[in-house]
């Protein structure tokens, strides 16, 4: 099995305030200060030598500041120098709020795709979802239409009763606009914005009949993992445009290790394994649900980042785990049935 991707968390901190996002997004809620610019550096070189090749910043929102915009760009940078050529990739998670401010950056760092999460084409849903104005929400839309043209897009739409009625309508707009799209069913998280399960639990949408009614529309999909063959059996359908249509769907199943689940009160967890995020204080994050009882903290007591041995074995056993992963099927709806 190849190695897993690994999400480079820059920041824990956001701009906007959706209700099912996880309190620092895929970063873990701070234990300790935020790595500088040369630690990131070094974890991923190390990270780089272990044989990983697949790479995505995200945050937290990576770009909420000047400084973590610059801090994303000069990453992305080094690792599109330093990893080997051939497969592989370096992408961008964003909310899209700030593409306009730091369109040139992102342009001219070279990233492969942009994953930008987008639920809504309605401004008031946009406000309800993620508390936050409609300029916001204008600046977003702009600047998805501007940077299109520059570098391949996916858009990340997550699913629920707030916007199910507008998936089809969202999906012409991929087409229309030459984007593709990857549709997620709601996960549930203790540390959600909205302060509870409840959210999830009352918004939950099975993918189902939006499965069958692509599969009419576009024929059979072909299956897809994650990188390393983790994750979900996401379903992706291809349009005669060429618009690709994602579906990562968690109620079936998902990837467990024996070693880190084994004892995990969440076991079976909604998300189970789907990448390592090096998160913005040194931990290696495993899992979203595990929170920080699912890490491993790679700075010394001192707040220093330990030695390159240390942290080439601690990278190599994170990626074992996942490797060593097996796709379980599900006893349990993880959420309310329709
Ligand atoms: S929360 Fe993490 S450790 Fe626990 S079962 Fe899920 S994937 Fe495994």
Known sequence: MDKPSVRVAVTEQCNLSCDYCPIAGDSVEMQSTRLNLDDFKTLLSAAIDVG???????????LL?????????ELARFVNDRRPKGPGYTKLNTNGA???????????TGFDELKISLDTLRSEVFRRIAHRNESIFENTIEGILKIKDKVPVRLQTVVGEYNKDEVSTIIEFCVQNGLDIKLFDLSSYDNALSGSRNFADDNYV?????ALDLES??????????????????????????TKIELRDTSVAAHYSKELCGDCPKYPCQDGLCNIVIAADGHIQFCREGGIDQTVSLRDSYGNLYGTDKLVKGLAMAGNIFSSSQYIQRTIAPRREE
Do not use: C, M, W
């Open 98 to 108: 700030n593409i306009l401010r730091y369109f040139d950056g992102i342009v001219e």
């Open 206 to 210: 099975r993918l189902d009949s939006i």
């Open 65 to 73: 500041t000047d400084n973590s915009a610059q801090t994303t760009f």
């Open 52 to 62: 990983f090749q697949d790479f995505s910043f995200t945050g937290g929102e990576p």
């Open 217 to 242: 529309e576009y024929g059979p999909p072909s299956i897809k993992y994650a990188v390393g063959g983790v994750g979900h059996a996401k379903k992706v359908f291809t349009t005669p445009e060429g």
